[in-house]
């Protein structure tokens, strides 16, 4: 089944551990939220533990745009309560109150393009969906990188923004306040009028003896000769 931004995501019903019970969910259960997917090669490793405790700390954040985690792996829901309890818990101080799924078999992952039979996990992938089931942003990674909540945050205020403000567009690297484009055609070749470079949010690359860095208000980076 291929995913296409704009299009149905694909429903499921699985067993997770949410609320304090093993209890089966689906995702039609949270139509209307927008909904952050977040599959994970599993409970007890060492960037999923980060990620997850992350989830949790910025789960209210998530809520208060109208949005809900899910996270799922292919641990069972009685292992993903041990995890919570052992391990999550010493990690952040805000409980996991969003639920925590089980897709065991894979199933869910593969409607995702996600699992990976040879290894039988999940790999790292994020789908934000909104209030209608639709898909609209999908990043999947290397395992072996942690994804950053800030960057999903932004992504998910941007969908929130062109959803009510249906003749904007938001250029590259915005964040809430930067200027945005109202497409037409007059505007064609002309973007440079509205925004260039100066505009971004993100950083640039500056030069300095022994070498250049990467940097911006968020984020420096060291390159050497």
Same mark, same amino acid.
């Given at each position: 089944?291929?995913?296409?931004?704009?299009?149905?995501?694909?429903?499921?019903?699985?067993?997770? *551990?949410?609320?304090?019970? %093993?209890?089966?969910?689906?995702?039609?259960? %949270?139509?209307?939220?927008?909904?952050?997917?977040?599959?994970?090669?599993?409970?007890?490793?060492?960037? $999923?533990?980060?990620?997850?405790?992350?989830?949790?700390?910025?789960?209210?954040? %998530?809520?208060?745009?109208?949005?809900?985690t899910i996270t799922i792996s292919v641990d069972s829901p009685h292992v993903h309560k041990a995890w919570k309890e052992q391990?999550?818990?010493?990690?952040?101080?805000?409980?996991?109150? %969003?639920?925590?799924?089980?897709?065991?078999?894979?199933?869910?992952?593969?409607? *995702?393009?996600?699992?990976?039979?040879?290894?039988?996990?999940?790999?790292?992938? $994020?789908?934000?969906?909104?209030?209608?089931?639709?898909?609209?942003?999908?990043?999947?990674?290397?395992?072996?990188?942690?994804?950053?909540?800030?960057?999903?945050?932004?992504?998910?205020?941007?969908?929130?923004?062109?959803?009510?403000?249906?003749?904007?567009?938001?250029? $590259?690297?915005?964040?809430?306040?930067?200027?945005?484009?109202?497409?037409?055609?007059?505007?064609?070749?002309?973007?440079?009028?509205?925004?260039?470079?100066?505009n971004m949010s993100i950083g640039k690359m500056k030069k300095e003896e022994g070498g250049a860095i990467w940097t911006s208000?968020?984020?420096?980076?060291?390159?050497?000769?």
């Open positions: 089944m291929s995913l296409l931004v704009g299009k149905p995501a694909p429903e499921f019903t699985t067993r997770a *551990y949410y609320q304090g019970a %093993f209890k089966d969910i689906s995702l039609s259960d %949270f139509k209307g939220k927008w909904i952050i997917l977040m599959f994970y090669p599993g409970d007890f490793t060492f960037v $999923c533990a980060t990620e997850v405790a992350a989830a949790a700390e910025d789960h209210e954040a %998530f809520e208060s745009l109208g949005a809900t391990e999550l818990s010493e990690m952040t101080q805000k409980p996991v109150t %969003f639920p925590m799924a089980s897709d065991g078999a894979g199933k869910v992952g593969t409607l *995702y393009g996600v699992y990976d039979e040879e290894q039988q996990i999940d790999h790292r992938g $994020c789908f934000i969906i909104d209030p209608d089931g639709n898909l609209q942003a999908v990043l999947i990674n290397n395992p072996m990188v942690g994804r950053s909540f800030e960057e999903v945050f932004r992504l998910l205020t941007g969908l929130i923004h062109v959803r009510k403000n249906k003749m904007e567009a938001l250029p $590259c690297g915005w964040l809430p306040g930067d200027k945005v484009l109202v497409p037409s055609p007059d505007m064609v070749g002309q973007i440079h009028g509205v925004w260039n470079t100066s208000d968020r984020m420096r980076i060291q390159v050497d000769k």
